[in-house]
């Protein structure tokens, strides 16, 4: 149980285009979902809180126009990185946690590598 | 606010050998304890975790960690380490229903 996936797992795409990114929970319900970014040899970094029906919270320094998050159902998140460019290069993973489970605890994607070129 | 500190970012070691993983936090109210593990290209997994109760907490893959409050640490062990263990490891703290807060990540080789 607690199973989450992403999709896709890779994606490349040129600079200046959007690029969306899927999280689902497959067996539970999330009623918070959690986004993350992760540079080579570094930890993670959150970069925004979102709740189901609700605008996504954003951490310090996280371009709310850039990373568009959506939270639209309690199995489905997704982040839209915009007008990509090379620095937005990155392991995207996402978490979410059951509504009807121990809330302290995070289930994670297995992640989502993009490339700008 | 919380912060975790894995004082290192590389341990080598060879197979068969015990290994210990260190973590240390700081928070000024009671906390939540995980340790993950990432293998290469993939997302994370959980290794144990400690909420409340016994001090001695047992996770998967043969790994456990011992919370202890005076000395604020969550340092992960195990007896005897394999190939498949190589991976990186990352201790994280929450406090309540807050966020995560992770460190930065321990990569442990295992060399035959």
Known sequence: GAVVSQHPSWVICKSGTSVKIECRSLDFQATTMFW???????????MATSNEGSKATYE???????????HASLTLSTLTVTSAHP?????YICSAR???????????????????? | AQSVTQLDSQVPVFEEAP???????????????FWYVQYPNQG????????SGS??????????????????????????????DTAEYFCAVSEGYSTLTFGKGTMLLVSP
């Open chain 1, 36 to 46: 993350y970014r992760q540079f080579p040899k570094q930890s993670l970094m959150l």
């Open chain 2, 44 to 51: 994370l997994q959980l290794l144990l975790k400690y909420l």
């Open chain 2, 55 to 84: 001090t001695l907490v047992k996770g998967i893959n043969g790994f456990e960690a011992e919370f202890n409050k005076s000395q604020t640490s969550f340092h992960l062990r195990k007896p005897s380490v394999h190939i498949s």
């Open chain 2, 19 to 33: 290994v210990e993983l260190r973590c240390n936090y700081s928070s000024s109210v009671s906390v939540y304890l």
């Open chain 1, 60 to 70: 310090q320094g996280v371009e709310k126009d850039k990373f568009l998050i959506n």
């Open chain 1, 98 to 117: 059951d509504g009807g489970q121990e809330i302290y605890e995070q289930y994670f994607g297995p992640g989502t590598r993009l490339t700008v070129t």
């Open chain 1, 87 to 91: 620095e937005d290069s990155s392991f």
